[in-house]
Structure formats: C-alpha cells, structure tokens
C-alpha cells in the first residue's frame, strides 16, 4: 500500500492506494467516518483524525485497486493553510470538503487511467460518498455501511447542533447510480430504523439490515461476502 498525498483545490489530502490488478479499470474508493470531530462533545477538536481506522482493515480485504481518500484537514493536516474547525463539524459535508475530494479523486483517476469508480463509505462516509457520486460521471455503484443518509433527520434525534453549512445528500437529486446501503442491526450512532424506510423508497437502491452487527464492530467478518456481492 502507497501513502500519497493528492491535491483538491488548495487542499492536501492524505491517501492511501493499492494497485491491485493492472488490467482492472475500476478502482473502489474508500470513505471514512467522521472521525473525531468534537472534544467531550463540546469543542471542536484540533485534530478530527480518527484514532482506529475502520475502512483501512476493509481495503486490506479487498483484492481490486483500491483508493483509501482522506477528507482535507484530516491525516495531520489540520493545521495547514485554509483549515479550520467549521470543516470537521458544521461544514464536514459541505461544498468546500466536497469540492476539493471531487478534484483530487479527479485528477488521481485521470492520471492512472480508472475508468469506473466504486465509492464504499463508512458512517458520514457514506454521506460523502453519496454527494461525490453526483460529480464524478464514472461512479458505477455506491456502497455505504451505516451511511447517514439524512443529517437533519441524524442530528435532530442525537440532539446534536445542526450541520447547517453542510450538504444533505437526502436532499439531492438522485444521480441513477446503484446504490447498496447496508444498515447495522445493534447500531446506535445510526440506527436502522432512521433511514431504512426513505433509503428504500430510492430508485435504485437496495438497502439491507444486518444482524448482529454494531455501528464500527461487525464489518470485518462480514465484508468478504458483502464484497463478493457487489464486485459481480
């Protein structure tokens, strides 16, 4: 696995890529939660970087090229030039985090030739893969485990302060991607019964609830066949 840094707008963004097999065109893009955005709850953090990756182990998994893309300001940049907390917590899936995640993907597609993408998001993961999905014309299919598909809905019933510079993607249009949700039966951060109603009324998605399964615990065993599904 190659640690790189790739460029969106005046954004660094951390990432980590496998090749994979060299005549395989479609390269599987991993997207983190959100990490660490909050202190005690109450203060924006000075770091948002999560400190126990989930969608790393998912990739070591994965025998296809695979892309791990870090958001801007995460993976020791949140001291560089333009970051600033409202980008980790009010705006963490607004268009400025979009935009430049849009770019980098972009760019790093153009220069090793990745024809078809396959966004995999994690928790607001899948937030962001969903709004990338809508600007990059060679998605193929979105896969989210836990995805907070509604972050008004999410934060009303967590109570938390609204993300009011960000992007709902419930509030999207739909791009006619595929769209997997898998959903976690003991997930408290998500909780199934949030979504799965309005995640199934899409016009192209299947949404499924696994059992057993906890909102960062659980995915590991499962992954192997939830990949298998998706890559036939």
């Avoid at 939660?33 to 970087?49: C, H, I």
């Avoid at 893969?129 to 999410?154: E, F, K």
């Avoid at 934060?155 to 709902?168: A, G, I, V, W």
Wanted: proline share 8%; charged share 20%.
């Amino acid at each position: 696995m190659q640690t790189i840094e790739l460029q969106g707008g005046p954004y660094r963004l951390t990432a980590f890529f496998r090749p994979g097999q060299p005549a395989n065109q479609t390269l599987h893009v991993y997207l983190e939660g959100d990490g660490r955005p909050w202190q005690q709850g109450r203060w924006p953090a000075a770091d948002p970087t999560t400190r126990s990756s989930l969608m790393l182990p998912l990739l070591g998994l994965d025998p296809n090229p695979a892309l791990y893309l870090g958001r801007p300001c995460y993976n020791g940049h949140a001291a560089d030039p333009g970051c600033e907390a409202a980008l980790w917590t009010s705006a963490r899936y607004g268009e400025t985090v979009v935009g430049a995640m849009t770019e980098a993907l972009k760019r790093f597609c153009k220069r090793h030739g990745f024809r078809q993408l396959v966004l995999i998001g994690h928790s607001g993961g899948g937030s962001l893969a969903m709004l990338l999905a809508g600007r990059l014309s060679q998605t193929v299919l979105i896969v989210t485990l836990a995805g907070n598909y509604d972050i008004d809905s999410w934060t009303e019933y967590h109570h938390y302060l609204p993300l009011n510079e960000s992007l709902n993607p419930a509030r999207q249009p739909e791009t006619g991607v595929p769209e997997r949700h898998f959903l976690a039966e003991r997930d408290r951060t998500v909780p199934p019964d949030l979504f799965v109603t309005a995640l199934s009324r899409r016009t192209h998605s299947h949404v499924e609830i696994l059992p057993r399964i906890e909102h960062h615990n659980g995915w590991l065993e499962v992954w192997p066949q939830i990949l298998n599904r998706i890559t036939e």
